[in-house]
């Protein structure tokens, strides 16, 4: 089955700095992988998605994540954070057949301090 | 552009109460989900219906059910709720089961068993 890791449970960046969030999955074929975005009190809110192609992929709010087969990752990045980016960050991953159904991972609180 | 909308917003039971959380989405999507969020374990599926009339146990059923009303309506129920089902629910739902299909959220309730 496939599942996914998150190893950063909280990270702090400065409003201006870049960012990189972590996201490791197991699945024995080419994954269907997802970063969402969860504000304080809302639901979760699709930032970008990988099927297949080109290994970077953009997504909204100025997000992106590269696809790495060899590392089995799938890692979140901004050159340059806002404040409003503060928020908790879920990688998920959707295999195939049996194991189609979406597995998240444990999420990445972020924090921006001024 | 209501999207997915999930009543109550919050709710206390008591010990042994029971209870029914509501799920509604405009999208006219196929499948529907229902997720727990307990910190630092991300989003666990309870159930989900992969289609109207049809419903199936995810990683976390027991003390659950669930009834697909109609294509627009999946509902949750908690017969006899426990402390350990103090969580926030999240109701989703997709086009359909298709890998590449992305899931849309509602804002979540949260629930709290004394």
């Known amino acids: 089955a496939q599942s996914v890791t998150q190893p950063d449970i909280h990270i702090t960046v400065s409003e201006g700095a870049s960012l990189e969030l972590r996201c490791n999955y197991s699945y024995g074929a080419t994954p269907y992988l997802f970063w969402y975005v969860q504000s304080p009190g809302q639901g979760l809110q699709l930032l970008l998605k990988?099927?297949?192609?080109?290994?970077l992929v953009q997504g909204i709010k100025g997000f992106e994540a590269e696809f790495k087969r060899s590392q089995s990752s799938f890692n979140l990045r901004k050159p340059s954070v806002h404040w409003s980016d503060a928020a908790e960050y879920f990688c998920?991953?959707?295999?195939?057949?049996?194991?189609?159904?979406?597995?998240f991972g444990t999420g990445t609180l972020l924090a921006v301090q001024p | 552009n209501a999207g997915v909308t999930q009543t109550p917003k919050f709710q206390v039971l008591k010990t042994g109460q029971s209870m029914t959380l509501q799920c509604a989405q405009d999208m006219n999507h196929n499948s529907m989900y229902w997720y727990r969020q307990d910190p630092g374990m991300g989003l666990r599926l309870i159930y989900y219906?992969?289609?109207?009339?049809?419903?199936d146990k995810g990683e976390v059923p027991n003390g659950y059910n669930v009834s697909r009303l109609n294509k627009r309506e999946f509902s949750l129920r908690l017969e006899s709720a426990a402390p350990s089902q103090t969580s926030v629910y999240f109701c989703?739902?997709?086009?359909?089961?298709?890998?590449?299909?992305?899931?849309?959220f509602g804002n979540g309730t949260r629930l709290t068993v004394t």
């Open positions: 998920a991953v959707r295999g195939g057949g049996a194991t189609n159904k979406l597995i």
């Open positions: 989703a739902s997709s086009e359909g089961e298709e890998r590449n299909s992305p899931l849309h």
């Open positions: 990988y099927f297949s192609g080109d290994t």
């Open positions: 219906s992969a289609s109207e009339g049809t419903t």
